[in-house]
T-cell receptor, first 111, second 113 residues
Framework: DTEVTQTPKHLVMGMTNKKSLKCEQH?????MYWYKQKAKKPPELMFV???????INESVPSRFSPECPNSSLLNLHLHALQPEDSALYLC??????????FGPGTRLLVL | AQSVAQPEDQVNVAEGNPLTVKCTYS??????LFWYVQYPNRGLQFLLK??????LVKGSYGFEAEFNKSQTSFHLKKPSALVSDSALYFC???????????FGTGTKLQVIP
């Protein structure tokens, strides 16, 4: 298995909702990442987990809460989001903290 | 701080012609350099990387890139463009001791039939 999967593919939520994004990989990678990408812009790093521990938080607002239950799973919990949080959320994993393999993303719309 | 620049927002090339997508970097030390491609509504796909060794790196789908330390460049090339190569291309830089990859602003490649 050489892919990163993300669910759901699309998500529409209101500003008072709580939802979660899920990411899974079975490549034995020990680093996992969350990125936010606006249209026609480069991905912006949000969080990095290394060996299931949060190692980088790029000053992301607390309405985004990451979780790494095990080495294969990465979640992003969303609460009280703003319309400007609408974007493509990408998960990635890497074995060697260099080459990252990306999932297809979750397209999020906040109303 | 590490940074990477892609000077062209868009590159247009005729099918069958060679293509070049430019990237320059600004870092101290010895960076790792990457190219990724993104098709519409998809995640990024890894194309190739340079760590050390031969300055010419070969990657997926017939792409290659040339590392030039004196010009701090890492241009992506392909001898013969295909319409299916049309996509958004990102150059990126990282250091071995860091977990952060910094992406360039992206270049949209349009291959014209």
């Amino acid at each position: 298995d050489t892919e990163v999967t993300q669910t759901p593919k699309h998500l529409v939520m209101g500003m008072t909702n709580k939802k979660s994004l899920k990411c899974e990989q079975h490549m034995g990678h020990r680093a996992m990442y969350w990125y936010k990408q606006k249209a026609k812009k480069p991905p912006e790093l949000m969080f990095v987990y290394s060996y299931e521990k949060l190692s980088i938080n790029e000053s992301v607002p607390s309405r985004f809460s990451p979780e790494c239950p095990n080495s294969s799973l990465l979640n992003l919990h969303l609460h009280a989001l703003q319309p400007e949080d609408s974007a493509l959320y990408l998960c990635a994993s890497s074995r060697d903290l260099e080459t990252q393999y990306f999932g297809p993303g979750t397209r999020l719309l906040v109303l | 701080a590490q940074s990477v620049a892609q000077p062209e927002d868009q590159v247009n090339v005729a099918e069958g012609n060679p293509l070049t997508v430019k990237c320059t970097y600004s870092v101290s030390g010895n960076p790792y350099l990457f190219w990724y491609v993104q098709y519409p509504n998809r995640g990024l796909q890894f194309l190739l990387k340079y760590i050390t060794g031969d300055n010419l790196v070969k990657g997926s789908y017939g792409f290659e890139a040339e590392f030039n330390k004196s010009q701090t460049s890492f241009h992506l090339k392909k001898p013969s463009a295909l319409v299916s190569d049309s996509a958004l291309y990102f150059c990126a830089v990282a250091f071995r001791s860091y977990q952060k990859v910094t992406f360039g602003t992206g270049t949209k490649l349009q291959v014209i039939p």
